[in-house]
């Protein structure tokens, strides 16, 4: 009977052992920590200081086909690209603590080019697009070891929203833990091609798709978002005519205007100029838009003789007729309601030439200012995209028109201006000219 005891004592503590054995295993944790910095290394990150002109890591500038204007509100920049650009995406690729093990192992990483703005980290269908066509294979660059990474898309395909763009390591990418982002343990680089229409917004996000940590089975889907913003079309600008302002600007040096044919013309430096225009888009609260300043008095490179121009311009008409002379030289410019802007970078530059043709066609827009109506009477200026100073030659051609404001005082009385040539408050007198882009054959 002892005996019989004491062998059922030892069957219970068998099993409380075991019991323990299965409580201390399940207490057992572990983690699997996977990062990604998400980049776009062909996009520049200008400061504000510059007056968004400038980033320590563009040397050269803002890349073509990217746009940056100050935000006096915020004290940033703000950004956007032209539509049919293509885009460098860079994903460092890391970890952090692996408690009980010591690697994760990725398998394939995503990359959703088109999403619906993001309230979580998760890509749900957007109607409309496609708004990115995935490059090629061959755009991949890696500084990832011994390893190949694949798509299996076909070049040049646009990606329907909430398609992912899947990116396959060849072999399984071993990464070890503790590899801190930035800079990873390794980067992947591929090419994007924007087909959104302008004005539109592309929200995208990078995961790891299949990673697993060797602690037992446990996963990680890191994952960030990023947004591009394409830049809405250029135009109409409403033309404000301001109280006329002499200043002597620093010019000197050469101007181009490649549409005429005429490069290296001699600038006379310095030169005594008129302000009299300030040009802003027709958008409604549009304050940091691009902006453009007009003087007058300077002089612009003539072609001789003066060629014939063949315009088609949305909202004014098309018209076929004799370039004349000087008219106006438009120069980018920031402007507010409230306070002096900082003085700007000279970035863009027109060279402005008297084309004048009847028209009469009635036209709406809204602008800050609010909404209003008018009447074209006929054509007065065409704006050629030039190069001054080093500034590189904008992407549009203008057409400007005398415009008739069915409301004509529905503006502030001043507004302030920061530019190359002029930083002032400047007081506004009439709404003149109505400008949309153009295009023009020199014959």
Known sequence: MRLHTEVRMSHAMVLLLLLMAGRVMAQTVGTCNGFINLDYPSLADPTFASGCTMDP????????????????????????????????????????????????????????????????????????????????????????????????????????????????????????????????????????????????????????????????????????????????????????????????????????????????????????????????????????????????????????????????????????GQMGGRSFVLINMVKDLVAQPPAQPLTSVWACYNFSKGTSVAISWTDQFGPNTGKLRGTNRVCFPASLLGSTPPPVTYLCARNDPAAPSLFPPFVFVGSFWLNDKEHVDSVDDYCVPATVTVQ
Request: aromatic share 6%; hydrophobic share 40%; glycine share 10%.
């Open 57 to 320: 890591a563009f040397p050269g500038g803002i890349p073509p086909g990217q746009h940056c204007t100050p935000n006096l509100v915020t004290q940033q920049c703000d950004c956007c690209l032209d539509a049919g650009q293509t885009i460098t995406v860079s994903a460092q690729l890391g970890t952090g603590e692996i408690k009980f093990g010591d690697r994760m192992l990725l398998a394939r990483l995503a990359f959703d080019p088109d999403c619906q703005p993001f309230i979580d980290p998760i890509c749900l269908a957007r109607p409309g697009g496609p708004r990115i066509e995935w490059v090629s294979d061959a755009t991949i660059t890696t500084t990832c070891p011994a390893t190949t990474w694949a798509t299996g898309i076909a070049p040049n395909t646009p990606i329907v929203s909430p398609g992912a763009i899947p990116l396959t390591p060849t072999p399984t990418l071993i990464i070890p833990e503790n590899a801190g982002t930035p800079p990873g343990f390794c980067e992947l680089t591929f090419d994007l091609h924007i087909v959104a229409d302008p004005g539109d917004t592309i929200f995208e996000l990078v995961r790891y798709e299949v990673a697993a940590c060797n602690n037992g089975n446990l996963v990680s889907g890191g994952r960030q978002t990023a947004k591009v913003q394409v830049c809405a079309e250029q135009g109409p600008f409403i033309g404000y005519e301001i109280k006329d302002q002499g200043i002597t600007a620093v010019t000197g040096g050469s101007m181009d205007v490649p549409a005429l044919g005429i490069f290296g013309a001699a600038v006379p430096d310095p030169e005594r100029l008129t302000a009299r225009r300030v040009i802003a888009p027709a958008l409604p609260a549009d304050i940091f838009g691009p902006h453009l300043l007009g003087f007058s008095d300077f002089d612009l490179p003539l072609p001789n003789p003066k060629p014939m121009l063949q315009i088609t311009a949305p909202g004014i008409g098309s018209f076929t």
